[in-house]
């Protein structure tokens, strides 16, 4: 599995966490689904490719302003959480953030 792939994969659950809990949707809202439509672009598109870093501490924003608060707003509000529910990614995903 590609770093890319493992993004995704961390992306998703955020979104779907978020949109789960913080929504009370059972399935992905149509804000939501093209929030992860589009941040799947966005890191099949990524100059960096599987060397890239954090997103937050990139210094290419390639998000448009309106996705990037957003995803944003998702991270605040699924990152603690994914602690306890999916604690092996957040792990990682800390750790990449550090690097």
């Known amino acids: 599995m590609t ?11 955020m979104i779907k ?4 809990r913080k929504e009370g949707n059972r399935v992905l809202c149509n804000r939501c689904l093209e929030l992860k439509n589009y941040a799947f672009a966005r890191l099949d598109k990524c100059p960096f490719g599987n060397k890239k870093g954090s997103c937050k501490i990139c ?4 998000y ?3 996705m990037r608060e957003h995803i944003r707003e998702v991270m605040r509000y699924a990152g603690p959480r994914m602690i306890l529910l999916h604690p092996i990614d ?7 953030k550090k690097r």
């Open 3 to 13: 770093e890319i792939d493992k993004e995704k994969r961390i992306v998703e659950k």
């Open 17 to 20: 966490l978020y949109c789960q």
């Open 59 to 62: 210094k290419v924003h390639c």
């Open 64 to 66: 448009k302003p309106e």
């Open 90 to 96: 957040a792990i990682s995903h800390l750790i990449k």
